[in-house]
């Protein structure tokens, strides 16, 4: 399962940010979600929303070994062994791990499809193709 | 400058929806405070319209100037502001109104007051005034007032840009322009770049206090009261109102279209109210504006229904610019009511008054009645330094829009409003300056829709329409009839500020069929007050009532002398269109204000009583009202049991 | 022929849905306005600020085609 992104269709509104935090940490928080909206304003004008690809940089690039591969094609942080070090964020081509004060841990897309759910416009859908990297398989 | 800095910002053990803290700048001073907020003050007040109203009639002398020192400029980002609602995305304003002398608020959406609660504040109330320009600039525990001198006079939209760009993309920010540093009467303040917090004058407060703008980051968390409730209970609205008819049309267009349907139906606001039908509508209606000027949709936080049209407008001769909108009100008013027959005019306009940094839709008001006052020939080229000011020019708009922003000539009269501006030129020109207690009409000509006029009249701000909108009703109910559209009005009046107190918008209720009773389930699972929506409307109704004795306390005068529309409303009927020869007589409007103060439980010359005060826990407000000999004479029935009525069927 | 009216709020009151929570199947002549098979079921033309069908916004003067999907917008409360 991945997340099919239409960059036009996003209107910025964030629903996406705030059902995610919600979701994951029982709170209300954009700033603790795991993708990201970019505005470009005044010119020229636009909305593009980031999220997970399943490139699996970030596992390559943890030293902790803190990152690995669910069925689903997400990538999981293991809470425990991350010690927030930082390291694939930088590796992220798409800008979409997140740290918090509150935790020591990284914040990465677990594929909960919440934001599909809730967005109206389609710019975040729900894809039903196999995770990235088993299509050969 | 000043800075106040500490570790516990959030107040952690509040699962209410707050984020726990309150700020208090004083501006002449540079002294900043922070202070837990206020429980007991938001669970009587609601917060929004509520606290904002309260506090200034606790604080602000009954005789300050509005753009004085001893006025307060509160901006307060609601209980439910952030926390999954939809559409809870608005901050509210407050401070006493240079435009009507009473109680002023006005609210946007976009993201600054969810941007303010997330830094750890739920309000910020300034008073005072700064010795030089200042921006408030708040980054978590980060408070600092900054100088702003480089940014002084630069219009709100490029300061925006540039605020942007020096502090960083993921600040909010609020701004006003060169009309709010001069203290025109009618200045807004903007987010967003096209959110604005647009009447009342807020922006001109904000001026007045050398304050150019607000700059808010924060990554803090808001706990709720109970967060699987909530979930649950938003996702099913979400997911419910996403096949919803009115969704589509509304994602599309957002409320320009209705340009249209007024024009059709006898409503629209034309060459300063004049009459109510353009012949050049399809130039400016709402299709014409996605076909030529959209570039995206654009929704404020949280919300799906993404009404906002971010757009690009292009005139000959001028550089093109970017702006949000026209939405149906600015699409009206600086429209048909301006005489502009194509969208890109309008929204030329619309950009103008917006980076000016004054209300677009008071604007369009001023800008119709000097151009109707120009058409009569009670203003003239030489007073116009040269220039003319003809019905569908640009040019002359612009021309003006400068004289007012810098207060030349007589462009310093109409930047105290129109009814200022009518007291100057005289020569019965008060007749067709379009206000009621000095505030510009919203885009609805209220002479064949009499609920509408009488919402007008009383609206606690004057003629705006967000307080109540009755044009189904007077339809459904007759046109030219007066008879029980008070009790509606009434109704109307407590429950649409609701949203505003709550810091929500209004328009998923109305257009999306979400019912009052289920916001106010989302209001408990947030709070844990477990009210009903009862206990909500008398709070909404308390709110109202001491808004008014706020504004006879301030204007010394009984509440009725107040309450006119200006003499067109009832001297000309309408002379084309749909509604050609529809109009209310005097006697109408003195039966609707009778019925009007009866339902309310007010006497006949606008007065609230004691009993009704008493009633609603504002004992000590009736007695400031007898001290001044404005207090309503007891009513020989007593006060009715309820105030207001639900229309059935179900009105918007 | 047969078309499908969808409306919410006021409207859909007034619209009777008997398909789901938004819908009426209306039997129309052909060649009517949709303003005409309005007012031919009961439904106030002047409640209706615009209709759209397939995405595309008509007004009241369009003429339906048999099987056609069409949503009334009733107008905003206030922008």
Sequence with gaps: MRIKVQRDRCTGCRLCLQICTVEHFREMNPKKSALRI???????????????????????????????????????????????????????????????????????????????????TGALKKWDRKPRGAEEA | ???????????????????????????????????????????????????????????????????????????????????????????????????????????????LGPALKHAGYDMVIFEGIAPKPVFLYIDNDTVELRDASAYWGVGSLDSEKRFKHELGEDFEIATIGPAGEHGVAFSCITHDFGRQAGRTGQGAVMGSKKLKAIAVRGNRSIRVHDVDALKQQVVGIVKRTQTHPNMEPWQKYGTAFFIKWSNDNGVMPT??????????????????????????????????????????????GKAPV????????????????????????????????????????????????AMECFQRGLITEAELEGHTLKWGS????????????????????????????????????????????????????????PGMLLSYMTADIGAHHNRSWTITVDMAEGRERVEGRAKIVVYLQHIRPLFDTWCICRLFWGELDITPEEIVESLNHITGWGIDLREALRTSEMIWNLNRCHYLERNRGNGRSFDYPPARSWEDKIPSGPGQGKGLSLEQIEQMLDEYYDARGWDRKGNPSRALLEDLGLGEVADNLARLGLLGEPLPGGIPETRGEKYKPKAF | MLI????????????????????????????????????????????????????????????????????????????
């Design chain 1, 38 to 120: 970019e505005a470009k304003f005044p010119e020229p004008g636009r909305y593009r929303p980031f999220v997970c690809t399943q490139c699996g940089e970030c596992e390559k690039v943890c030293p902790e070994k803190a990152i690995s591969r669910a069925e689903t094609g997400a990538f999981l942080v293991d809470r425990g062994k991350c010690n927030n070090c930082g390291d694939c964020i930088p590796a992220c081509p798409v800008g979409v791990i997140f740290q918090h004060p509150d935790h020591g841990f990284v914040i990465i897309c677990d594929f909960c499809m919440m934001c599909t759910e809730l967005g109206s």
């Design chain 2, 1 to 111: 400058m000043a800075t106040s800095s500490s570790s516990s910002g959030t107040n952690s053990a509040s699962r209410n929806g707050l984020a726990g803290t309150t700020l208090r700048i004083d501006l002449s001073t540079g002294a900043i405070r922070r202070m837990p907020t206020d429980q007991d003050l938001y669970r009587r007040w609601h917060g929004g319209r509520g606290i904002t109203s309260k506090i200034l009639y606790d604080e602000v002398p009954r005789d300050a100037d509005p753009l004085g020192p001893q006025n307060l400029l509160i901006m307060n980002a609601g209980i439910m502001t952030g926390c999954l609602i939809p559409a809870g995305a608005k901050v509210e304003f407050g401070g006493i109104s240079p435009l009507t002398n009473g109680v002023g608020d006005s609210n946007m959406g976009g993201h």
């Design chain 2, 271 to 316: 060459y300063n109210f004049q009459t109510t039908h353009f012949e050049h509508v399809d130039g400016i209606d709402g299709d014409k504006l996605v076909e030529k000027c959209l570039i995206t949709h654009k929704a404020c936080f949280g919300c799906w229904m993404n009404c906002g049209k971010y757009t690009r407008a292009v005139v000959p």
């Design chain 2, 322 to 369: 970017h702006l949000e909108g026209p939405e149906y009100e600015t699409g009206s008013l600086c429209g048909s009511n301006l005489g502009m027959r194509d969208i890109h005019d309008v929204a030329y306009v619309n950009w103008m008054l917006d980076n000016a940094g004054m209300d677009s839709m008071s604007g369009g008001g001023v800008l119709a009645f």
């Design chain 2, 394 to 449: 640009v040019d002359d708009a612009e021309h003006f829009i400068d004289m007012m922003v810098h207060r030349r000539g007589i462009g310093d009269w109409f930047a105290g409003g129109t009814r200022r501006a009518a007291e100057r030129i005289g020569r019965g020109s008060e007749k067709f300056a379009m206000q009621v207690k000095g505030q510009e009409m919203s885009g609805y000509d209220g002479r064949w829709a």
């Design chain 3, 4 to 79: 499908t009216l969808r409306a919410g709020g006021l409207l859909r009151e007034k619209l009777k849905p008997d398909l789901d929570a938004y819908s009426r199947r209306v039997e129309a002549e052909a060649g009517r306005t949709l303003a005409e098979i309005l007012t031919a079921i009961g439904l106030d033309p002047s409640l209706v600020a615009f209709a759209v069908k397939d995405g595309k916004m008509q007004r009241l003067s369009y003429v339906p085609s048999d099987g056609d999907v069409i949503t009334l917008q009733p107008p905003v409360s206030g922008g």
